[in-house]
């Protein structure tokens, strides 16, 4: 379609206009409704439409502003967000500290030169060395969680010389070409194939089936460049591991010199009731994947993090792997933010102990519908609420929706309905959301009985 540019202009000066307005009138929600709902359908994908309609009835709900815990839609309904936009809020939405350091560095600098030194990168870098456990100690910074995975996959190849890699299945992450090829899920993959050659999927939480593979690579000449696991599948449905399985595994990868890519995108910066995840099971990976939450809930940023040792091959071609917009320092500033509040809140202490206050209550509530519920489980605040069918997960956060509680579907399970709210809601909202909860059971459990 081609229209006058004044056309564009005007329409464009509208939306500035709309943006810049703290209060909208009736008829401008209206419009923004109309114009989203135009928008998705003829210039974004309709298929969101439909789906929209299916979990959560009202697709006019428009999302309009959010802080702490909250969505708020365009005509004023508030949802708590026990989703938590699939693990990016976890101090919360628009931390004002986040937001601070977001606008102190806008009035000086937005994106960075590309050529002189950017000093917020290397002082991002250096926090990340310090939180990170062992000697990961180098840097990438990227624009997204499958951006930090593909970084990872090519750092490995790149230091062990090989080609092969070991994923779970049940395993997310991202969909990318590369990362893709990590991802287990066929409907997502089929469409794309051939995807990475050497690429297994195995059993999540079998070390002995993960061995074997290993073995048998080695044997065929297929060697493995790196084995790449969640600390616990997230997408997956929240399948926490046996708690020897990671130790097991680093164990087995030192053995046969294979890296072991930890994808920290969802289960890093305190969401499992520790900074990262596999310090749950006392191991350090070789590469540690962030993503999501690292620039806390405001700004789009990741990195693959990795030790002087796998590193040596990218020091004297800086080049080698690069991002335009990695590591810019509005991101950054972000971060830096992040990491702040998250130790100056003890926001890992608060997931690990609002976790132990609800998973049991969940765990209660959901044995009294046994015609529907299968289990809650979860560690920290990332937990999931498996239900018989798809069919009553949908219905259960339809409800919960209608009831102004945000959850979603985990990707790979659908079976698994979330809840991943910021780390920072109150014992009072958990409550609400359990109260909530229990009403809207007990209509599905009576639907489906
Ligand atoms: C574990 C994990 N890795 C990678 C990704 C991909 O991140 P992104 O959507 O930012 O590319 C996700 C997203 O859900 C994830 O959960």
Request: net charge negative.
């Amino acid at each position: 379609m081609s229209v006058s540019y004044d056309a564009v202009i005007e329409q464009s000066r509208k939306y500035l206009e709309l943006i810049a307005k703290e209060e909208l009138t009736k008829e401008e929600k209206e419009r923004v409704v109309r114009e989203t709902v135009d928008g998705f359908r003829n210039n974004i994908n309709p298929g969101f439409l439909e789906y929209r309609k299916s979990v959560s009835t009202d697709y006019t709900a428009i999302e309009w502003t959010d802080s702490g815990t909250d969505f708020i839609d365009i005509y004023g309904k508030k949802f708590i967000d026990c989703l938590g936009g699939y693990g990016i809020y976890n101090v919360g939405h628009r931390h004002p500290k986040v937001l601070t350091a977001v606008m102190n560095q806008l009035k000086r600098q937005a994106l960075h030169s590309q050529e002189l030194l950017d000093p917020l990168r290397a002082m991002l870098a250096k926090l990340v060395e310090m939180i990170t456990p062992g000697d990961l100690q180098y840097c990438f910074f990227t624009n997204s969680g499958t951006e930090s995975v593909e970084g990872a996959m090519k750092l490995a190849r790149l230091h062990t010389g090989r080609s092969g890699f070991i994923a779970a299945i049940g395993g997310f992450h991202g969909k990318s070409m590369g990362s893709l090829s990590a991802t287990s899920k066929a409907v997502f993959r089929k469409p794309f194939l051939p995807l990475l050659p050497y690429f297994r999927h195995v059993p999540y939480g079998d070390a002995d089936v993960l061995e074997k593979q290993l073995a048998s690579a080695a044997f065929s000449g297929e060697d493995v460049a790196a084995v790449i696991l969640e600390p616990i599948l997230g997408e997956g449905g929240v399948i926490i591991p046996p708690d020897d399985y990671f130790p097991r595994i680093r164990e087995i990868c030192d053995r046969y010199g294979v890296v072991l890519i930890a994808d920290e995108v969802q289960t890093g910066m305190g969401r499992t009731g520790k900074m990262f995840g596999l310090e749950h099971y006392g191991i350090v990976p070789d590469i540690l994947c962030l993503g999501k939450a690292f620039g806390g809930g405001v700004m789009p940023i990741g990195a693959f993090v990795s030790t002087s040792e796998i590193w040596e091959k990218m020091t004297p071609n800086p080049f080698l792997h690069t991002s335009t917009f990695g590591g810019n320092p509005v991101c950054c500033a972000a971060a830096i933010a992040a990491i702040n509040v998250i130790l100056e809140e003890r926001l890992p202490e608060q997931a690990a102990e609002k976790g132990n206050y609800f998973i049991p209550k969940l765990v209660d509530l959901m044995h009294k519908y046994k015609n529907i519920c299968v289990e809650a489980r979860g560690r920290g605040l990332l937990i999931g609420m498996e239900f018989v069918s798809n069919e009553v997960g949908y219905q259960v956060a339809k409800g919960l929706f209608e009831h102004g509680v945000l959850v979603a579907g985990t990707l790979i399970n659908a079976k698994v309905i979330r809840i991943e709210p910021p780390l920072t809601i109150t014992k009072a909202e958990l409550d609400r959301v359990l109260e909530t909860l229990g009403r809207v059971l007990d209509t599905v459990s009576e639907q489906f009985s």
